[in-house]
């Protein structure tokens, strides 16, 4: 069967809606970390700031492997805790005292395991990126009902 001329039009201008309310790759991968450091920070809330101690401070998700933007580790929850704002942003991510509070947090097994895998790349597909996304909105919604 032969398209028409219209027929063309009409699928290109499908596409072309569809592209637009699709996020990019990029995007997408932005908007999956956001929610992940949301649901973090709701999940430290209580907790001192993983390198320093210091509790009441406004803290941010903080990685203890930096996230590359196709890290393995940038949506690893255990690789993402509260954290304190000098820590995280003054100090850079001051790592050396954040490894000890992971250790008590998570154990060394776990913390070895992060560090084994630093530098392993993971090519994302859309839809594990969306899976993610509708896992942490989960984990954020029964975060809020349990408060
Ligand atoms: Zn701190």
Redesign the pocket.
């Known amino acids: 069967m032969k398209y028409t001329k219209e027929d063309q039009l009409r699928k290109k201008i499908v596409e072309l809606k569809a592209k637009k309310k699709e996020p990019t790759m990029a995007q997408l991968k932005k908007i999956v970390q956001r929610k992940v450091n949301e649901y973090v920070r709701l999940r430290d809330k209580k907790l001192p ?1 993983i ?4 509790r009441g401070v406004a803290i941010d998700a903080g990685h203890y492997v930096a996230q590359g933007s196709s890290g393995l580790l940038r949506y690893e929850l255990d690789n993402l805790n509260g ?2 704002q ?2 995280n942003r003054f100090l850079h991510g ?1 790592l050396i005292e954040y490894r000890i509070g992971l250790v008590k947090r998570i154990g060394i097994l776990q913390v070895e395991w992060l560090e084994k895998h630093r530098h392993d790349i993971k090519k994302w597909t859309r839809e594990e990126l969306n899976e993610i996304l509708s896992d942490t909105k989960e984990l954020i919604r029964v975060i809020n009902l349990s408060k």
Not at 51 to 54: D, Q
């Open positions: 700031c390198s320093c101690g210091r954290q304190c000098k820590c001051n």
